[in-house]
């Protein structure tokens, strides 16, 4: 799988998006030809190289003569306007279906902030154009760099005040923070508007998540450049294009444990259930030996950290212990999968895990094969011999 990591420390906007793009790959002729498509006609994207604060960068310069757009003719566009461009223009589906997701974004938060309704909202031509080639631009560069997800880091914001067709405005831009809502943002008190609403609309429709760069292999390294050469940091998006590393997850969990020797047998299925059904990653009953010879059932439950008190209740209500052990513990999960393959039985659902990316374990599910031993009257362990065939045949073979 192939990762694009957005390292937004001076925050992002759509011509430093497609810089960045241009340096891990993207070919800009070949862009500027797929926007002129649209149509576009006249549209000229200029790659320049600059520097900012030591380290280089590409800057995108669009030209787009007014005289040449088919675009000119009106001084003011709305959301139904790039709708009709967009789903008229020979883009793929998938393209055209990103590219009005975003529009529609930035078009929906502009509405809320400025008390209209969406399609009263509108945008002044070169606002409109920039946005266009920004964000159509922006699509299909990561689709054309075959980009299959997205992560960014927290976004700066900056602060200060921003000059719109509004008037002065407070940064961040108030349409901006409705698009990153629920989008994790800070900033460092550069009196600049540093993510701009189209960087704030692509980069929150496209991303899968927001933190720290996730596990991959380092292919390549962009940086795209915003126009302004600041003083505090250099004002350049970084992209880290890779591929995942498939490995296993560590994860804190609690374990809670509790000792019962005088509990009706006949509770535990039920105790168990309720544990499940509440969060519990695993339950088990171990037999232990106590004090004066009595045998005894220990009750040992795997919780996330965040149930203990929920779990813990679960206990108290349903057994008669007085007392929960509660450790602090450390696991690691290999990613895991369910799959279906064929058996002379029919279709069966296998759990796998993957080490490293190839399959290390696999197993049936046990209510798919319960239910075809129901089914055919078949010895259930026939059903599970048929299964753990099909692993090797369909799964162990092709992987």
């Known amino acids: 799988m192939k990762i694009l990591y957005f390292d937004c420390y001076c925050g992002i906007s759509g011509d430093m998006i497609l810089g960045a793009l241009k340096e891990v790959g993207l070919d800009i002729e070949w862009l500027s030809e797929q926007l002129r498509s649209i149509p ?13 604060a ?29 709708v009709d461009l967009i789903q008229h223009s020979p883009l793929s589906e998938e393209v055209r279906g990103l590219s ?56 700066n914001l900056g602060t200060g005040f921003v000059q719109t067709q509004h008037g002065t405005l407070p940064v961040p831009a108030p349409a901006t923070l409705e698009l990153l809502a629920t989008v994790p943002v800070y900033s460092t008190g550069i009196p600049q508007e540093l993510t701009t ?22 292919q390549k390294t962009g940086y795209g450049a915003g126009s302004r050469d600041l003083a505090q940091i250099p004002n350049l998006l ?27 047998p006949e509770i535990y299925d039920y105790l168990m259930a309720r544990l499940l059904s509440a969060g519990a990653l695993d339950v088990a009953l171990i037999p232990i030996i106590m004090k004066k010879n ?32 509660i450790k602090e513990s450390w696991r690691k999960t290999l990613p895991r999968e369910i799959i279906s393959v064929s058996s002379p039985f ?39 011999q048929a299964a753990i065939k099909s692993i090797s045949d369909d799964i162990l073979r092709t992987d």
């Open 40 to 52: 576009l006609k006249g549209l000229v994207l200029e790659p320049q190289s600059v520097a900012r």
């Open 54 to 82: 030591g380290l280089s960068g590409t800057l995108i310069k669009v030209c787009l003569p007014e005289s040449s757009s088919d675009l000119s003719s009106h001084p003011r566009r709305t959301l139904q306007d790039f």
């Open 100 to 155: 009005l997701r975003i529009f529609t974004a930035l078009a929906r938060a502009e509405a809320k902030v400025h008390g209209q309704s969406i399609e009263e909202v509108h945008f002044h031509e070169l606002g409109y154009l920039d946005s266009v080639v920004d964000i159509v631009g922006a699509v299909l560069g990561i689709k054309a760099l075959g980009i299959d997800q997205i992560f960014s880091s927290p976004l």
């Open 197 to 218: 609403p189209t960087g704030a609309a692509i980069i929150s429709t496209l991303a899968s998540g927001f933190g720290p760069m996730p596990a991959l292999s380092i």
């Open 238 to 264: 970084r992209v880290v294009m890779g591929s995942s590393v498939p490995e296993w997850h560590l994860e804190q969990i609690s374990i809670l444990e509790t000792d019962i020797d005088d509990l009706n």
């Open 294 to 325: 009595r045998p005894a059932i220990r009750l040992s439950v795997l919780a996330p950290t965040s149930l203990i008190d929920e779990l813990c209740s679960v206990i108290f209500q349903e057994t008669s212990t007085l007392g929960i052990r």
């Open 346 to 384: 029919g279709p069966l659902k296998i759990k796998v895990g993957r080490l490293n990316g190839q399959i290390v374990t696999a197993s049936p599910e046990y209510e798919d094969c319960r239910k075809i031993a129901l089914k055919t009257n078949r010895p259930l362990k026939e059903i599970y």
